[in-house]
């Protein structure tokens, strides 16, 4: 039909606007890569009350400090992180700035230039960044383990979303290194690497606090000399190459282990991993042979490493729940708590994230059974009796605290209960022995009747039909079924470690769990990420490179100002989904969807489908009552003789009905309805006397009123059907199976107002007893009765349109719920990429600052989603049910087509004033200029005299279009409905929920983020291994590295204030006066002075010409000096 055409059609518009508004536009390489870092310095920051602090993107040791609590619960003072932290990733600064962020990130990927302590660059010149990447495996390790990574580097899929840019190792570091020489000497050349070398280079960046070090430029030398050097030597006889440059870059971080990447564990897991690798066990055999000298040192031995680990990885469960000494060091112990991880929703600790859903769904299923069935108001209501309004109140604010607290209660015990084993960093028997005793208690015990119980609280036995029980029983034990599956996978983990796992790709499958494969997937995201910020960086240096040109730097800036403005598509909506299924969205993007949001969505795609399944029963069973009650056949049938009926008068006027004795009542139902008291308070008198007793019947029991029952006459003469009387009520004297005899008054309709005359059949006038009732009808009634008649023809609907109605509001329905699941993921994934790109503001936008506030409301985002989805699918059925209704229905299809008519005319109205508009536009319009004036102002006013009738059409179209939109949006808590100034009223605002859900986002984001992710590892190693991983001289390598690669960064760079004084650091620069650029400048002055003397000698003529190349010349050399100042960091020429 037109309507339901209309309202799919509808429906599929509204959701290709959906699509069309979920696209954005995001930046494009490295601008998109600096907005990004910009993005995690600010989930990472815990304090913003100094806007300054907080917009120079630094972290400190308070923002660490609590970042390792809450992911891993480790215990550590913030001097603790100054010291062992950041005193070497961060050099000699108290905080990690935005450089030294990436510097750190890029010490897994620069780790992978050596190989079992060996450069690799000579080792086959055509290796790759992507190649490199792919070998985050243990080369060394056995034969299975090698098959195995052997299938996944052949894995097509896995390398797609792993590697970024084909750019070798080689390529790569010769172009940064070159700019570093370039930069700091004027020449491309390898130099000898002398501290005079060093402190030029310094100079180069800007970094002149560090020049007064010589103990840092000494570590400095050696680490990039590999040792070679004595400590007389000045570092001659080593040049600065290529591979002095990647052993300064690496060897200070050979305790990072590549093969971690490819391993289905966690980073705490692979930190303080049981199975050392080869740099590990040469510092294990060393401190076997100098116990004193390890127990002096910072951090914490590889065998202590390995004993801690298994304390909580595979130690009895008991033993996690207190404090854990992780790393015993020169500044105090440091502990990982306790932190009832199964109970983590916010960063999903758990192992299977299937199992945690399932125990959701859980004890939402045994909310609904076993509280929410249970009438807890019956406390509520004996506390407090009466009717008054403070009573009323009274009792609901008991009622909704009594169901708080249940919920409070029981909540946490039963999720954690039934999740126990499926926490990621323990495995113990005892964690089974008590999911499966949880399992019992709560799923089966309370589905065997002998175990059945009530209490006012919470209650397992109810009076509900065989449907409700059947329905909950099969749900249940399908629910116990998983559980135990989910225990059996546990108790299997328990005997085989996390090595022995990782190696077995049957063992893998099966008992990694779905988080625990995120988290590699994690890994491989942050291998990419890095990788493609490194490749983007490199294009800009390669991007308009003039031929033989040795130095980038300047080439880069300029690229990257190029770039900055330019913007690409984001993924589209399939292309979301696609990057689900083919696990892109982990593996590349590293977008992490908290569990709870996983157990929203699946519970949408369950509800859409529950609820379709109730609206059709429901609409099924009203139909069919309908029909029964206005249509359907009689389930009493009932007989009279008139010779056993009299007909009562009052003043000689029969009120309508008569009383009979013998009436034949047939059928199980015809006395289904006791008669109410005020009907049988106005009748009884009339009522034959019982032929038993001869006693009246007012005061008995068997007394019982009809609805739409009609008796037929009997007699000679008489068909069926050719006289019917309405039966009123009856008084059963005598039983025989189902076959009654009662006296009964018939001829009133108890249940529409008592309307007396209830006769119908052709024979009925000449039945004279009946005959006489009817003449004595008023003529008022008759007017009454044919009215009544005529509207009952003309209001009661026929069955076909109430399944329309119903079918066209369950197919909509169907399409809301299915198009709420369906957007929920690419929308998250929308919101989380916009935060990453700058689209929505972070670091340097205010209106961050209400994210990071109240993360407490973040637990209504999975009742908003569940609960959400069901009130949009819900008024979506009736809403349009019902309007389908209107339309077939007689009664009001008259109007509804003349509305639909007027509609018609006035949408052929606005297509012409569209035409018109646009033709005008066209031809009169160039932006914001008028060709032809006169045509704009006399068209504008014309339109606008026009637009004063068609606007009110348009304010009716837009409630109608804000309505239907709301309608579809109040599930919709992943997004904002209103715009940010819209509906906010000083602090209240009026739609907080899509704050709320972003909030839980970002929350997922400070914790999940691959860089974040990253930089907690090493933290983690730092913990573990001290001043034996990533030194101070290492990091300052490092930081040079960004610098030259990526000098857009250099802005976000926290220098020291406490510069050395001047005369000093000239010294230390030995600063001479003949360096490449100040001979270029002194150049070209000179030729300045020579061309106007020269213009002073010519004449008039040439004076003109020569002036022009002088200034020329002048600007060149005034924009050479401008170049100088930026390359040394100076602020003025």
């Not at 996390?498 to 291998?527: H, M, N, P, Y």
């Not at 240096?541 to 003039?546: A, L, N």
């Not at 006399?938 to 709301?966: D, Q």
């Amino acid at each position: 039909t037109p309507y339901a055409s209309g309202a799919l059609l509808g429906a599929s518009q509204e959701h290709q606007k959906i699509l069309k508004n979920m696209s954005f536009e995001v930046p494009i390489g490295a601008t998109a890569d600096v907005k990004e870092l910009e993005y995690i310095a600010a989930l990472i920051q815990t304090t913003h009350d100094d806007n300054e602090s907080f917009v120079d993107a630094s972290i400190d040791a308070r923002d660490i400090k609590y970042h390792l609590m809450s992911r891993y619960g480790i215990q550590i003072s913030k001097e603790q992180v100054r010291k062992i932290i950041l005193s070497g990733l961060a050099g000699e600064d108290d905080c990690l700035d935005l450089c030294e962020v990436v510097a750190a990130l890029t010490i897994p990927l620069l780790r992978k230039i050596v190989r079992d302590d060996r450069l690799k660059l000579e080792d086959d010149p055509s290796e790759r960044w992507s190649e490199s990447n792919s070998k985050g495996i243990d080369e060394q390790g056995s034969p299975k383990t090698k098959q195995n990574n052997e299938e996944f580097r052949n894995d097509e899929k896995v390398k797609e979303s792993l590697f970024h840019e084909e750019v070798s190792t080689k390529e790569i570091l010769s172009v940064v290194i070159k700019n570093i020489l370039v930069l700091a000497t004027g020449s491309p050349e390898p130099q000898p690497l002398t501290k005079e070398l060093v402190h030029g280079i310094f100079a180069a960046f800007d970094e002149k606090s560090l020049v007064g070090n010589d103990e840092l430029v000494s570590e400095m030398i050696a680490a990039a000399s590999g040792g070679a050097l004595s400590e007389d030597s000045e570092g001659g006889t080593v040049l600065f190459d290529i591979h002095a440059f990647a052993r300064a870059l690496t060897s200070d971080i050979l305790l990072y282990d590549p093969s971690v990447e490819n391993r289905f564990t966690t980073n705490y897991a692979d930190a303080f991993s049981n199975v050392p690798n080869e740099r590990e066990r040469k510092l294990s055999n060393n401190a076997s042979n100098n116990v004193s000298e390890v127990e002096g040192s910072e951090g914490i031995a590889p065998q202590e490493a390995v004993k801690k680990a298994l304390n909580i990885v595979k130690d009895d469960a008991v033993d996690g729940l207190s404090d854990t000494v992780i790393a015993n060091t020169e500044y105090g112990k440091i502990t990982k708590v306790f932190t009832f991880s199964t109970l983590d929703l916010t960063i999903d600790n758990q192992r299977s994230r299937l199992h945690i859903v399932f125990v959701i769904f859980g004890f939402i299923l045994f909310f609904l059974r076993y509280i929410y069935m249970n009438d807890v108001g019956i406390i509520a209501r004996e506390s407090c009796g009466g009717d008054g309004f403070g009573c009323t109140v009274a009792r609901n604010v008991l009622r909704w605290t009594i169901l708080m607290l249940l919920l409070c209660i029981s909540g946490p015990i039963f999720i954690a209960l039934l999740d126990s084993g499926n926490d990621v960093h323990r495995r113990s028997f005892l964690d089974v022995f008590i999911g499966v005793a949880a399992v019992f208690f709560f799923i089966i015990f309370p589905l065997i009747p002998e175990l059945r119980f009530r209490t006012p609280l919470v209650s397992t036995d109810f009076e509900d039909s065989d449907l409700i029980r059947t329905f909950y029983l099969v749900i249940f034990i399908m629910l116990a079924t998983t559980y135990m599956y989910f225990q059996c996978t546990s108790a299997i983990r328990v005997l085989f470690s996390d090595e022995t796992i990782s190696r077995s790709k049957i063992l893998s499958r099966a008992l990694v769990g779905s988080i625990t494969r995120d988290e590699r997937d994690f890994k491989q995201a942050a291998i990419f990420k890095v990788n493609r910020m490194m490749g983007n960086a490199y294009k800009l240096h390669q991007q308009d490179r003039p031929i033989g040109s040795t130095n980038t730097h300047d080439l880069a800036l300029l690229n990257y100002n190029k770039i900055s403005g330019k913007t690409e598509p984001a993924a589209d909506f399939y292309g979301i989904w696609k990057s689900f299924f083919n696990k892109d969205l982990s593996r590349k993007e590293g977008i992490w969807i908290q569990s709870r949001v996983w157990a929203g969505m699946i519970s949408q795609l369950l509800l859409t489908i529950g609820v379709v399944i109730t609206f059709g029963v429901i609409f099924s069973s009203l139909i069919d009552l309908y029909e029964s009650t206005f249509f359907g056949e009689q389930i009493c049938n009932a007989s009279f003789d008139v010779a056993n009926c009299t007909a009562p008068g009052f003043n000689g006027i029969n009120p309508g009905f008569i009383a009979c004795t013998e009436v034949i009542l047939e059928g199980s139902e015809c006395n289904s309805s006791p008669v109410e008291l005020g009907v049988l308070e106005a009748l009884c008198e009339f009522i034959p006397l019982n032929p038993l007793t001869n006693q009246t019947v007012c005061d008995s029991t068997r007394v019982f009123s009809f609805e739409e029952i009609f008796a037929t006459v009997t007699g000679e003469n008489i068909q069926q059907g050719d006289c019917q009387a309405q039966v009123t009520v009856c008084f059963t004297y005598a039983f025989d199976d189902n076959v009654q005899r009662a006296a009964c008054v018939l001829g009133i309709n108890p249940s529409v107002l008592f309307l007396p005359y209830r006769f119908e059949g052709p024979m009925c006038k000449n039945i004279s007893l009946i005959s006489d009732v009817l003449d004595s009808k008023p003529i008022f009634f008759r007017q009454a009765e044919e009215l009544f008649n005529d509207l009952s023809d003309t209001i009661l609907p026929d069955r076909w349109m109430l399944e329309f109605a119903a079918t066209v509001g369950l197919i909509v329905g169907v399409i809301v719920g299915l198009s709420i699941f369906v957007h929920y993921l690419p929308s998250t994934v929308y919101t989380i990429l916009k935060f990453r790109c700058g689209v929505l503001g972070s670091l340097r936008d205010p209106g961050f600052k209400k994210y990071r506030s109240k993360l407490g409301e973040v637990v209504n985002i999975l009742g908003l989603i569940i609960w959400g989805t069901g009130a949009s699918i819900l008024l979506a059925v009736v809403v349009v049910a019902g309007g389908s209704f209107l339309i077939v229905w007689e009664v009001t299809r008259k109007f509804l087509l003349d509305i639909i008519a007027i509609l018609i005319g006035f949408i052929s109205t606005i297509a012409l004033r569209s035409i018109l508009v646009a033709i005008v536009g066209k031809t009169n319009y160039t932006a914001f200029y008028r060709k032809r004036p006169w045509v704009g102002n006399v068209s504008g006013v014309a339109l606008e005299c026009w637009h004063l009738a068609l606007t009110v059409y348009y304010i009716f179209v837009r409630v109608v279009l804000l309505l239907f939109s709301a309608l579809l949006y109040a599930a919709r808590v992943d997004k904002p409905f209103m715009a940010d100034d819209v509906g906010t009223f000083g602090s209240v605002d009026l739609d907080k929920y899509p704050t709320i859900y972003r909030k839980g986002l970002l929350s997922a984001e400070a914790h999940r983020h691959p860089y974040i992710e990253r930089l907690g590892f090493l933290y983690l190693l730092k913990i573990k291994h001290g001043s034996n991983f990533a030194t101070t001289s290492g990091s300052v390598w490092r930081l040079l590295f960004v610098f030259s690669l990526m000098p857009w960064l250099r802005k976000y760079r926290i220098a020291n204030d406490d510069d050395l004084p001047e005369g000093l650091l000239l010294q230390k620069l030995a600063i001479k006066s003949d360096t490449k650029y100040e001979q270029i400048i002194l150049q070209q002055q000179q030729e300045i002075r020579m061309l106007r003397e020269e213009n002073r000698e010519l004449g008039e003529g040439d004076d003109s010409k020569n002036n022009n190349k002088a200034d020329e010349l002048d600007d060149e050399g005034s924009q050479h000096s401008k170049n100088v100042a930026v390359i040394i960091g100076e602020d003025d020429e």
